[in-house]
């Protein structure tokens, strides 16, 4: 045996046995490479995340939750997912901080340290849903490019923080104004410092609702720097692209915002209906904004093996800018549904938690579908809702697979 050969082969050895298990695909490592569990930037430690959440993408860091860590009321930072466009910032000094207020329509452009936001300002605690534009993106068939996310982007935690209104405001808005755009101070992957990874925005109806918040705690807590410490955009029911992290400058428009991924197909859907895998002209394509409704059976997990023909199952709905108004499940494919209890959201744009008792005639295997319907009575699709090229809005009823003994 070569001696490259057999330094890469008790290589193998080592690592496998400090993971505990086989590396599997070992033999294709490329010599010198530390698998990522081992050298020493463990994402689950970095971020204090379950270590059972998905690593989808380390170069920016995207990681999503499975649907059963998504169990609990009020998402804990250890299942919350992550999307990043660029790299984490390296150095955040809190006490120098300064978020300036800029743009064609503002009467008077203002920096604010964030002391001035803490004390300046009435704080606001709200549950805000916050889901990925992109989440069920690798159910779509043809396949869409991106992250190819399950039903783990999203979360629902409690941000305190101020009204962007009222920074927006004390500034001055002008009449012509009809956009924000965001700002921040992550660096491209790239790091060309012309360059930003993501600069998005809203209508201002959407800047200037009670719950938009400017944030700096996140469940009580400075919020985690992989979710925006020192301060964020938290802009719930809409794509978490609009709750831009490691804010530091809000420029109030008079246009639509043309930052980096506004324009072209980014956060965008065909303004009509496509046939799977055709082409569409960017201008063909229309902003996403309020998030349609969608639901997530939490508990049990899915492959449960029951010993008894009775199941309690809990979980959450959302429905963008509305409410849930109504959550059911079946337990034959759809043919028929039987109601849910549902709960009101401890607030607007908060999910809502759901819980049945199931019963099972017999047993054998099923599939448990849930499905809401919001409060304009649109319910979700039983499969994928229209094809489009980027992969977003997949809003298909969740199932979990249960087998009664």
């Known amino acids: 045996m070569k001696r490259k050969e057999f330094i890469k082969k008790a290589a193998l050895g080592s690592f496998a046995a400090l993971l505990g298990t086989d590396i599997v695909f070992g033999s294709k490592l490329l010599n010198g490479y530390i698998p990522l569990a081992l050298d020493g930037s463990d994402p689950f430690e970095m971020f204090k995340k379950d270590k059972s959440m998905v690593i989808l993408n380390e170069k920016p860091w995207n990681i999503e939750a499975k649907a059963h860590l998504l169990?609990?009321?009020?998402?804990?930072?250890?299942?919350?997912?992550?999307?990043?466009?660029?790299?984490?910032?390296?150095?955040?000094?809190?006490?120098?901080?300064?978020?300036?207020?800029?743009?064609?329509?503002?009467?008077?452009?203002?920096?604010?340290?964030l002391a001035d936001l803490k004390s300046k300002f009435k704080h606001y605690t709200y549950q805000l849903t916050i889901e990925c534009g992109g989440n069920g993106r690798n159910e779509f068939d043809p396949p869409a490019k991106g992250n190819q996310w399950s039903v783990g982007a999203v979360h629902c935690a409690s941000w305190t923080g101020v009204r962007l209104r009222d920074v927006l405001e004390d500034a001055g808005i002008k009449s012509d104004a009809v956009y924000i755009g965001f700002h921040a101070v992550d660096k491209h992957l790239s790091?060309?410092?012309?360059?930003?990874?993501?600069?998005?925005?809203?209508?201002?109806?959407?800047?200037?609702?009670?719950?938009?918040?400017?944030?700096?705690?996140?469940?009580?807590?400075?919020?985690?720097?992989?979710?925006?410490?020192?301060?964020?955009?938290?802009?719930?029911?809409?794509?978490?692209?609009?709750?831009?992290?490691?804010?530091?400058?809000?420029?109030?428009?008079?246009?639509?915002?043309?930052?980096?991924?506004?324009?072209?197909?980014?956060?965008?859907?065909?303004?009509?209906?496509?046939?799977?895998?055709?082409?569409v002209k960017d201008e063909d394509m229309c902003i996403i904004e309020s998030m349609p409704v969608k639901s997530l059976i939490t508990s049990p997990k899915s492959g449960a093996i029951l010993s008894n023909k009775s199941l309690n199952i809990k979980g959450h709905a959302w429905a963008g800018e509305l409410e849930v108004a109504?959550?059911?499940?079946?337990?034959?494919?759809?043919?028929?549904?039987?109601?849910?209890?549902?709960?009101?959201?401890?607030?607007?744009?908060?999910?809502?938690?759901?819980?049945?008792?199931?019963?099972?005639?017999?047993?054998?295997?099923?599939?448990?579908?849930?499905?809401?319907?919001?409060?304009?009575?649109?319910?979700?699709?039983?499969?994928?809702?229209?094809?489009?090229?980027?992969?977003?809005?997949?809003?298909?009823?969740?199932?979990?697979?249960?087998?009664?003994?």
């Open 191 to 279: 790091r060309d410092p012309k360059k930003e990874p993501i600069s998005r925005g809203c209508p201002m109806p959407k800047a200037l609702q009670d719950e938009t918040l400017l944030a700096f705690k996140m469940n009580g807590k400075d919020i985690p720097l992989i979710h925006g410490y020192p301060l964020r955009l938290v802009a719930g029911g809409w794509p978490a692209s609009v709750s831009g992290k490691w804010v530091n400058r809000i420029s109030i428009r008079n246009k639509i915002h043309d930052g980096t991924k506004m324009t072209g197909s980014a956060y965008r859907v065909p303004c009509k209906p496509v046939a799977p895998g055709e082409k």
């Open 71 to 113: 169990n609990d009321n009020v998402t804990p930072n250890s299942s919350m997912f992550v999307r990043n466009n660029g790299l984490v910032p390296e150095k955040i000094d809190a006490a120098s901080w300064k978020l300036t207020i800029d743009g064609e329509s503002v009467v008077n452009e203002k920096s604010y340290s």
């Open 326 to 405: 109504k959550m059911e499940y079946s337990i034959d494919f759809g043919s028929t549904w039987t109601t849910c209890e549902v709960q009101k959201p401890a607030n607007r744009l908060a999910w809502q938690h759901f819980s049945a008792n199931v019963k099972f005639p017999q047993s054998g295997y099923y599939e448990v579908w849930a499905r809401a319907t919001d409060s304009n009575g649109v319910a979700q699709p039983m499969m994928l809702p229209g094809w489009n090229p980027k992969g977003y809005l997949n809003n298909a009823c969740h199932r979990i697979a249960v087998k009664v003994k």
